[in-house]
């Protein structure tokens, strides 16, 4: 499951981070990720309760921030906002658009004791 590799790779950058502060246990996970990045938040705080499991992270608050995108027109290169890669062009309503951004993924922040 992608989700749960996100998961492993973040409680190892945690504890990566930990070590380095000294810290000795994990209050909350703050993650940025962006609406293109393919993750759903409800599968995020599943997996990472269950990896977070007797390490440093147990019962810590995993928090996620969204992300959101941008979108070039290919028509009238218009620069808009967006957290779907089908939308149209709000100017134009072309469909050819290059979506950028919103591909976040990582700790943004982290509160530890
Ligand atoms: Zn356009």
Redesign the pocket.
């Known amino acids: 499951m992608h989700e749960m590799s996100i998961c492993e790779s973040v409680l190892e950058h945690i504890e990566g981070i930990c070590a380095r502060e000294n810290a000795q246990k994990v209050t909350k996970v703050i993650l940025e990720i962006g609406c293109f990045a393919g993750v759903e938040n409800d599968a995020l705080h599943f997996c990472f309760d269950a990896i977070s499991n007797g390490t440093i992270a147990e019962g810590a608050t995993l928090e996620i921030v969204d992300q959101s995108g941008s979108a070039t ?1 290919f ?2 290169s ?1 620069n808009f906002t967006t957290n779907d890669r089908l939308s149209l ?1 709000p ?2 309503g ?1 469909g050819r658009i290059m979506v950028n951004g919103g591909d976040a993924l990582r700790i943004k922040n982290l509160e530890v004791v």
């Open positions: 027109c028509e009238c218009e062009c100017k134009c072309s």
